[in-house]
């Protein structure tokens, strides 16, 4: 079957451009997770949703961040007004059930450029 | 902000030697995943280790987990060209949290 997909791969916006980030969990999967990578980092969690409730946001490092997912299958991470230090990987990740133990499958994720 | 630190931060080896990586961290955990992530695949879950568990293998890999130094380590042997990639381990805390917080990874090159 699928693996989690995400689009675009690649964004290069201009500084103070809005940018939309769009994740497509494994079908049935009921947590999905954003996480935020940076050249030479570990990822770093942003934002959580066990089906379309969002239960930690956390790791959203500003109010120009902001997440969805209104139907529990897609999700898009919206970044407002954007700026240099924004420029990461953005990956997603979803796992069939909630808890502690369940292995999570990444998509290949988004590299956003902001110049 | 980053929980399991892995060591080394870099290791190149020749094919067909085993790879041993590191990973502390601080605080109490429920369980210990180790990821490997290359430009080709993305980050895949590799081996997850609970609290109460002290080895695991699958396949070529070994996972041990020691909770009374918070560290674990990850062999990787009779190593291939195939494994070059960045390993990370990721832990989620004891208390509730479904977060896997990762470390800044160990970079592996294979040589063939």
């Known amino acids: 079957g699928a693996g989690v997909s995400q689009s675009p791969r690649y964004k290069v916006a201009k500084r103070g451009q809005d940018v939309a980030l769009r994740c497509d969990p494994i079908?049935?999967?009921?947590?999905l997770f954003w996480y935020q990578q940076a050249l030479g980092q570990g990822p770093e969690f942003l934002t959580y949703?066990?089906?379309?409730?969002?239960?930690?946001k956390s790791g959203l490092p500003s109010d120009r961040f902001f997440a969805e997912r209104p139907e529990g299958s897609v999700s898009t991470l919206k970044i407002q007004r954007t700026q240099q230090e924004d420029s990461a990987v953005y990956l997603c990740?979803?796992?069939?059930?909630?808890?502690?133990?369940?292995?999570?499958?990444f998509g290949p994720g988004t590299r956003l450029t902001v110049l | 902000s980053q929980q399991g630190e892995e060591d080394p931060q870099a290791l190149s080896i020749q094919e067909g030697e085993n790879a041993t990586m590191n990973c502390s961290y601080k605080?109490?955990?429920?369980?210990l995943q180790w990821y490997r992530q290359n430009s080709g695949r993305g980050l895949v879950h590799l081996i997850l280790?609970?609290?109460?568990?002290r080895e695991k293998h699958s396949g070529r890999l070994r996972v041990t987990l020691d909770t009374s130094k918070k560290s674990s380590s990850l062999l990787i042997t009779a190593s291939r060209a195939a494994d070059t990639a960045s390993y990370f381990c990721?832990?989620?805390?004891?208390?509730?949290?479904?977060?896997?917080?990762f470390g800044r990874g160990t970079s592996l090159i294979v040589h063939p």
């Open positions: 280790i609970r609290s109460n568990e």
């Open positions: 990740a979803s796992s069939l059930e909630v808890g502690m133990g369940n292995e999570q499958f």
């Open positions: 990721a832990t989620v805390a004891s208390g509730g949290s479904y977060i896997p917080t």
């Open positions: 605080t109490s955990i429920n369980n």
């Open positions: 949703f066990q089906n379309e409730a969002q239960l930690d």
């Open positions: 079908s049935g999967h009921v947590s």
